[in-house]
């Protein structure tokens, strides 16, 4: 069965817990002495380390402190935060339509410089056309049971991706290979896509890499977008799940790293693009 965004949330907060119960074991400190290096309650420290409390972003550094640990005050803040935020599920925020989700990331695209995209299933959003974002929508609000706006989130989504045309924005782009072969909508709305591709891929600001279906250097991974270095989006079925740990963040950026090794990229990216058109015909 499933895990539920509460249940999720809950796991989440239980990490943090063990992880302050383990600092404050590993510097050899008892509840009561922990509490009274930090002027609280021993109630405090108890609801805390069992994860029947929160801890704020202060409590987090007061109790690192304490202990003599103060270098992984950053990461369990991250990681605090990320038990409020990380879990999103797609069908109450698509609840009014798809519309509404496309503009709401419109801030975030807008401020970042560098954005690193990974997919394993469809045509990354920042490179759809009008027409197969409206295809892939239409059937995205078809099983989610959502209102069926795609035209006008495709729309949205268009809009939000002329970032790609803006000077001083990098834009390291991965996908499958068997991405290009996944039909969405028509042939000729595929055949459109494909060719939107190949001109994107000469812009100054996208990097594109095709990861061949031989390559064997990892396998494939969910579909994420890592912003700058600060936050990274991954797309589940039925949620969108938020990571600002810096040390998780790390590892997705490991991970596009060695993709990327692996993909084709320039001439050679081209050619498996221009093959996979050839097979629509």
Known sequence: MAMSSSARAQEARDRIAIRLRGLRSDAGLSGQQLAELTGWQGSKVSRLQSGRSQPSDEDIRAWCRACGAEGEA??????????????????????????????ARTPLYERT????????SVIPGMLQTR???????????????????????AEARVERSRIIRRAGRRFPILMEESVLRRQVGSTETM???????????????????IVPS????????????????????????????????????????????????????????????????????
Do not use: C, N
Not at 113 to 120: D, G
């Open 74 to 103: 950053a990461d369990l803040i991250a990681s605090a935060r990320q038990a409020h935020q990380m879990y999103t599920e797609w069908r109450r925020v698509q609840r009014a339509g798809l519309r509404g989700v496309q503009q």
């Open 191 to 209: 055949t459109e896509q494909l060719g939107y591709v190949l001109q994107a891929a000469a812009l100054p600001s996208v990097t594109l890499g």
């Open 113 to 120: 410089k560098v954005m690193r995209v990974y997919s394993s």
């Open 214 to 281: 031989r390559a064997a250097a990892m396998w494939p991974l969910e579909t994420f977008t890592i912003f700058d270095t600060e936050q990274v989006g991954v797309e589940l079925l039925t949620a969108a799940v938020t990571i600002t740990t810096p040390s998780e963040v790390a590892e997705y950026l490991t991970a596009h790293e060695e993709l990327g090794a692996h993909a084709a990229t320039g001439p050679a990216a081209l050619r498996l693009i221009a093959r996979a058109v050839s097979e629509l015909a």
């Open 131 to 153: 027409a197969y974002a409206t295809a892939l929508l239409s059937e995205i609000a078809r099983f989610s049971r959502t209102p069926d706006d795609s035209a006008a989130a």
